[in-house]
């Protein structure tokens, strides 16, 4: 299964962690605790950060404040 196609962590979290890249854009997980995403984010190459924020449920569509951490 491609990538853009694959389950994340935390796929049917509406609020999270998310451990994402901006550029290119690319949701990597959610989480209900900062710990697990800091985990991810570890393994993960550069560009990777960890922000809260809003979940699409079964989407890669996270929206958090620029700015946040």
């Known amino acids: ?25 690319h949701l990597a997980g959610v989480f209900e605790s900062s710990i697990d995403a800091e985990n991810l984010v570890r393994g993960l190459g550069p560009g ?7 979940h699409v449920p079964g989407s890669r569509e996270f ?5 946040a951490a």
């Open 1 to 25: 299964m491609a990538d853009h196609c694959a389950a994340i962590p935390g796929n049917t979290l509406t609020m999270g962690w998310g451990v994402l890249r901006i550029s290119p854009w």
């Open 48 to 54: 990777y950060v960890i922000k809260f924020g809003d």
């Open 63 to 67: 929206n958090f404040q620029h700015g």
